[in-house]
T-cell receptor, first 114, second 110 residues
Framework: GAVVSQHPSWVICKSGTSVKIECRSL??????MFWYRQFPKQSLMLMATSNEGSKATYEQGVEKDKFLINHASLTLSTLTVTSAHPEDSSFYICSARETVHEQYFGPGTRLTVT | EDKVVQSPLSLVVHEGDTVTLNCSYE??????LLWYKQEKKAPTFLFMLTSSGIEKKSGRLSSILDKKELFSILNITATQTGDSAIYLC??????????FGAGTRLTVKP
């Protein structure tokens, strides 16, 4: 079955540093990948949609210069949190879409900024 | 390594059918299991389960957790086309960790 992996599973970094999170589709090609962030009270917020080879489309209120998304290949998208602050601490989840009807989620990455 | 497995990955039914979606998990320091429904943009929260054997219900949706066998099911009765979505399961731990399953895509045909 379709598998989406994220790396790392968890990361701790110091305030002001940058962190890169990878999202890979392991056995299918993903033309579109999505990045989500989980907020308190269980809600998941879509941050951006990325299509391979083009710039990501960010949702309103998401700083594109802070959350850099690169979808360099059909199996890899990266989210870089630049100049991280404690308020950026959260779970970041990606999903990858193979076709219009098939979308699979990664296991998530827990970011803690100290 | 902690993992959350959902089955089936996809399911096609007709309106009026009843469906059962499965979520099994292997995590250390289990705290809660959450179900989400994703249609267009961000998944919407459905249920959070922490205790075994207590059914949570919301309209035609219900869910129950079995902490001994390490799984949860999400039931949808009298399905409607509007139930077509990806249903996502996530498990939280007391280590403040969380793992998501790959999701089950449900398609309800008229």
């Amino acid at each position: 079955g379709a598998v989406v992996s994220q790396h790392p599973s968890w990361v701790i970094c110091k305030s002001g540093t940058s962190v890169k999170i990878e999202c890979r589709s392991l056995d299918f090609q993903a033309t579109t990948m999505f990045w989500y962030r989980q907020f308190p009270k269980q809600s998941l917020m879509l941050m951006a949609t990325s299509n391979e080879g083009s710039k990501a489309t960010y949702e309103q209120g998401v700083e594109k210069d802070k959350f850099l998304i690169n979808h360099a290949s059909l199996t890899l998208s990266t989210l870089t949190v630049t100049s991280a602050h404690p308020e950026d601490s959260s779970f970041y989840i990606c999903s990858a879409r193979e076709t219009v009807h098939e979308q699979y989620f990664g296991p998530g990455t827990r970011l803690t900024v100290t | 390594e902690d993992k959350v497995v959902q089955s089936p990955l996809s399911l096609v039914v007709h309106e009026g059918d009843t469906v059962t979606l499965n979520c099994s998990y292997e995590v250390t320091n289990f705290r809660s299991l959450l179900w989400y429904k994703q249609e267009k943009k961000a998944p919407t929260f459905l249920f959070m389960l922490t205790s075994s054997g207590i059914e949570k219900k919301s309209g035609r949706l219900s869910s129950i957790l079995d902490k001994k066998e390490l799984f949860s099911i999400l039931n949808i009765t009298a399905t409607q086309t509007g139930d077509s979505a990806i249903y996502l399961c996530a498990v939280g731990t007391y280590n403040n960790d969380m793992r998501f399953g790959a999701g089950t895509r449900l398609t309800v045909k008229p």
